[in-house]
T-cell receptor, first 116, second 113 residues
Framework: AQKVTQAQTEISVVEKEDVTLDCVYE???????LFWYKQPPSGELVFLIR??????QNEISGRYSWNFQKSTSSFNFTITASQVVDSAVYFC?????????????FGAGTRLFVKA | DVKVTQSSRYLVKRTGEKVFLECVQD?????MFWYRQDPGLGLRLIYF???????EKGDIPEGYSVSREKKERFSLILESASTNQTSMYLC????????????FGPGTRLTVL
């Protein structure tokens, strides 16, 4: 089965705390793609990162970092020194040949509250 | 700046009405998508289109139809709206199916009374 699990429904942190959003996926594909999207209160999903299954290098972009581990089928997202503007719903997603011909499967999302 | 636009941010309709949700993208993307977003369920694919006049059912197509007469425009149609179709509807487009990111519109929050 192709599946994305974001076990954390809601996380609440205080500004400047670090926070990690978990994403665990299931796939039988050897070639697949993983994504993270951010949905701020305005509603429009914004793309954050894409990873293909052959690239296990961790990625850092400013305060954001991603840890991709095929051994545990996880693609976790860490925000360092969180800010109020990071408050949003974050979605992890998967696509591959067996997600229905490269359709994208989204996790249920994690709502992050960052309090000032 | 790349853009996906949707015809309405908020829409209120009555049960049994025919509802049209319009989506336009300016990126010359082949692929366009309609999702429905409900709390706790994430995004669920209703229909997608990989070319003009081509469409494929997603995971929850029942009660919906789509139309793609021009490359830049993808319409979602609720033939006879029902209260269980009250939801947030998101349109997206992408260059290559599944291999590249999707660009999303701002969403239409539809309420069916």
């Amino acid at each position: 089965a192709q599946k994305v699990t974001q076990a954390q429904t809601e996380i609440s942190v205080v500004e400047k705390e670090d926070v990690t959003l978990d994403c665990v996926y299931e796939t039988r594909d050897t070639t697949y793609y993983l994504f993270w999207y951010k949905q701020p209160p305005s509603g429009e999903l914004v793309f954050l990162i894409r990873r293909n299954s052959f690239d296990e290098q961790n990625e850092i972009s400013g305060r954001y970092s991603w840890n991709f581990q095929k051994s545990t089928s996880s693609f976790n997202f860490t925000i360092t020194a969180s800010q109020v503007v990071d408050s949003a719903v974050y979605f992890c997603a998967l696509s591959g040949p067996n997600t229905g011909g490269f359709k994208t499967i989204f996790g249920a999302g994690t709502r992050l509250f960052v309090k000032a | 700046d790349v853009k996906v636009t949707q015809s309405s941010r908020y829409l209120v309709k009555r049960t049994g009405e025919k509802v049209f949700l319009e989506c336009v993208q300016d990126m010359d993307h082949e692929n366009m998508f309609w999702y429905r977003q409900d709390p706790g369920l994430g995004l669920r694919l209703i229909y997608f289109s990989y070319d003009v006049k081509m469409k494929e059912k997603g995971d929850i197509p029942e009660g919906y139809s789509v139309s793609r007469e021009k490359k830049e425009r993808f319409s979602l149609i609720l033939e006879s709206a029902s209260t269980n179709q009250t939801s947030m509807y998101l349109c997206a487009s992408s260059l290559l199916l599944g291999q590249y990111e999707q660009f999303f519109g701002p969403g239409t929050r539809l309420t069916v009374l």
